[in-house]
């Protein structure tokens, strides 16, 4: 899968979970953490189990840090490595 379509599948994720339309606004450079009130732990976790959902993957807890989701293209950058 490319980049491309990990954007738009995560991009559709954090729309669903925040609630909002100004997903589409999102650049690579985008700070998400601490930026987007409705970004919290419940919705880390929701957002974590979709693309565990979506990818049928499995992400473990050592493996998530601030960092990735520091930016909305640090969140599909993690996203392309653990899929690809």
Known sequence: MNKVNHTKIVSEILGTVLSTNSIND???????????????????????????????????????????????GSLVDYVAEKVD
């Open 26 to 72: 999102l650049t690579k450079e985008t700070a998400i953490l601490g930026t987007i009130p409705e970004f919290d732990s419940m919705a880390i976790m929701t957002i974590l189990t979709l693309l565990e959902d979506n990818y049928g993957i499995i992400i473990e807890d050592d493996e998530i840090s601030a960092q990735v989701f520091e930016t909305f």
